[in-house]
């Protein structure tokens, strides 16, 4: 397959407005996510911009922009968009979404939703960690994967996402870690669904798709990255990359 990165990012946050440009060591957070995604050396990496600024601090850091329109109602809606306008000529057969505010994402977990799409021939790829934190099996915000794992343990294919606690029982949860891969065909199928029952009462859009019976793999790894969505995350982001000089 032959892989694309595309990282979607606009400055309209509601909990930490202009999240992109936010300053981490010297480096606008939507640069520095751009660097890992080039580090993960999985093909070009492609930031889907819904405002001139974040396109202007890529371009000045070195990396490729796309302006999208800033109303799409997702970032789904933009990586398509984009897409579009850096590949109209569908070289490129997979689709990575990246998050914009992963600022010390591994590059290693990029690597891994990208390979669990081959041997499993599934529509989309995604991942999940396990728990490690008890306070976070009932906790809204860390959404669970329900998943039936292969012989290895190591991947599997995605049943259901909550932000319940799920399953019930004995063993360990999984917190799903919202980056994907996407065959294109599945990206253009997926942005054309109308958003579905059970997306909207859970308010997760990865639902759309498997209402839709779209098939989800999944790759296991061993850490949470942290994504930034409040001045307090932005504090902790801070911390780590000046500890681990990222």
Same mark, same amino acid.
């Given at each position: 397959?032959?892989?694309?990165?595309?990282? $979607?990012? !606009?400055?309209?946050? *509601?909990?930490?407005? &202009?999240?992109?440009?936010?300053?981490?060591?010297?480096? $606008?957070?939507? /640069?520095?996510?751009?660097?890992?995604?080039?580090?993960?050396?999985?093909?070009? /990496?492609?930031?889907?911009?819904?405002?001139?600024?974040?396109?202007?601090?890529?371009?000045?850091?070195?990396?490729?922009?796309?302006? *999208?329109?800033?109303?799409?109602?997702?970032?789904?809606?933009? /990586?398509?968009?984009?897409?579009?306008?850096?590949?109209?000529?569908?070289?490129?057969?997979?689709?990575?979404?990246?998050? &914009? +505010?992963?600022?010390?994402?591994?590059?290693?977990?990029?690597?891994?939703?990208?390979?669990?799409?081959?041997?499993?021939?599934?529509?989309?790829?995604?991942?999940?960690? #396990?728990?490690?934190?008890?306070?976070?099996? +009932?906790?809204?915000?860390?959404?669970?994967?329900?998943?039936?794992?292969?012989?290895?343990?190591?991947? &599997?294919?995605?049943?259901?996402? *909550?932000?319940? !606690?799920?399953?019930?029982? #004995?063993?360990?949860?999984?917190?799903?870690?919202?980056?994907?891969?996407?065959?294109?065909?599945?990206?253009? !199928?997926?942005?054309?669904?109308?958003?579905?029952?059970?997306?909207?009462?859970?308010?997760?859009?990865?639902?759309?798709?498997?209402?839709?019976?779209?098939?989800?793999? /999944?790759? !296991?790894?061993?850490?949470? $990255?942290?994504?930034? +969505? *409040?001045?307090?995350?932005?504090?902790?982001?801070?911390?780590?990359?000046?500890?681990?000089?990222?």
């Amino acid at each position: 397959m032959k892989p694309v990165i595309v990282i $979607p990012a !606009r400055m309209a946050s *509601t909990r930490l407005p &202009g999240k992109p440009l936010a300053d981490i060591a010297g480096q $606008p957070m939507i /640069v520095r996510v751009w660097r890992q995604a080039v580090a993960a050396n999985l093909g070009p /990496v492609i930031v889907a911009a819904a405002e001139a600024e974040i396109a202007d601090a890529i371009r000045k850091a070195g990396g490729f922009a796309v302006m *999208t329109d800033p109303d799409l109602p997702s970032g789904s809606d933009r /990586v398509f968009q984009a897409l579009k306008s850096y590949d109209p000529d569908s070289k490129h057969d997979l689709v990575v979404n990246l998050q &914009g +505010d992963l600022p010390a994402l591994n590059p290693a977990h990029i690597s891994a939703v990208a390979d669990v799409m081959a041997p499993t021939g599934a529509d989309i790829g995604t991942l999940v960690a #396990e728990i490690d934190d008890p306070a976070d099996y +009932d906790n809204p915000a860390a959404t669970k994967a329900v998943v039936t794992w292969d012989v290895t343990g190591e991947r &599997g294919r995605a049943l259901y996402f *909550t932000r319940a !606690r799920a399953p019930y029982g #004995e063993g360990p949860l999984y917190f799903h870690i919202g980056i994907y891969a996407y065959r294109r065909d599945a990206l253009e !199928r997926f942005v054309e669904l109308a958003p579905s029952p059970l997306e909207k009462r859970e308010k997760l859009e990865q639902l759309r798709a498997l209402e839709a019976g779209m098939s989800i793999a /999944v790759a !296991r790894v061993d850490s949470v $990255p942290l994504s930034v +969505d *409040t001045p307090a995350d932005l504090e902790r982001a801070r911390k780590i990359i000046a500890a681990s000089k990222i």
